[in-house]
């Protein structure tokens, strides 16, 4: 019996789809270490045979990267549509999870099953920065697979990672061509790094039960470049949370992709290890495999917070960045975390954690050095650590927001307004 060829998604065909796919200039282009880094490292933590980062156009799905070809040649790494469990994602504009293609109702002709063996699949889609589905971010196992909780959170991160360093080249290259509108080029410029650093940062924090979570961050003077100052607060496994502040040495496209490979790389460690001096090492080692000639570095603050019988236990590393701060209910004012080594020089850097026990009425405070050496216009004099120490334990602690804000009102009024450097604040709060 001959069985007749179901069309693709109309979705697949949309015109306007089609020119995000042609502007990200990818089709057709050899491997690169962003790419593979991603898929690389989500073959390793699913232990799948396959992995995939692919751009798909009216006729072909394009595999920008893949893990378990050993193709290089650009005309190999394709195949067609029809063939593609892509169109699948497209067509839905959300995730696709196949345990057993051959048997999924979605799949089961799909000619893939008998040309490359795919038996189960999971793929997130990969959205251009005006919210177009330019392909996938995929999985690939050849026997049938129940997806974990982890597997997805996994491929979820991935792809807002490879969609993130796809936006990325597309501003970068948007601002090339502002710089040659000179008198335009500036204000262009500016706002391109306003939109990449936001980008770079969460766009809502999460309702952590029994936490209160807010942040602030002020982009610092010389608005035209990308600078590397990030905080994210994210779940880890079981009832655990993780929160970080992070201060990546340098500006500029480097920056950008270093703080990306940062969240990513963390979230990623968290769904499997909630121990913070791991998952930074886990980060450190990503930074000494960036392929580069320039290497990044940044400091980094990482915190894992759990519920306790008496509140919330807390456990802090540090990678060369300054210690949390915890601001008791009675408002006395004490660090945490040992200071370690800047991450990304050495292959083995010494991380420690320190725990200690949130109580109702407690907070936790992790910042960048843009609040201690914000400067103050007339004599240079830095805000400096005991100055904030002070603030803090002459706070009411009512709420997160509430410490958020006078830690910010008073950096901003000891520099007069005038930011150096990017900061960034995160406070967490144990409700009374």
Known sequence: MTTVARPVPAQVLDPARLAAVRRTGLLDTGAEEPFDRLTGLTATLLETPFAFVTLVDESRSFWKSCIGITATDPADRQNTVEQSFCQYVIGAAAEVIIEDARTDARTYDNPSIDLMGVVAWAGFPVFSADGHVLGSFCAVDTVPRRWTAHDVEVLRTMSRAAAGEIALRTALEDAQSAADRAERSAQKANALARTLQESLLPVTLPEIPGVQVAARYRRGAGGDEVLGDFYDVFASTGDSWSAVVGDVCGKGPLAARATALARYTLRAAAARCAVPSRNLATLNTALREWVTVDKPYLTAVYATLRPHPRGFSVRVSCGGHDAALIRR????????????????????????????????????????????????????????????????????????????????????????????????????????
């Open 329 to 432: 209910a009675d408002g006395t004012v004490r660090a945490l975390g040992r200071h370690g080594l800047i991450l990304g020089w050495l292959d083995n850097p010494p991380l420690r954690d320190q725990r200690t026990v949130l109580h109702p009425g407690d907070s936790l405070l992790l910042y960048t050095d843009g609040v201690t050496e914000a400067r103050r216009p007339y004599d240079q004099e830095f805000f400096g650590i005991d100055r904030l120490c002070h603030l803090l334990a002459q706070t009411p602690a009512r709420d997160a927001e509430t410490l958020a804000t006078a830690i910010e009102t008073a950096v901003a009024g000891h520099s007069d307004g005038r930011a150096g450097d990017d900061t960034a604040i995160l406070v967490l709060h144990i409700p009374a």
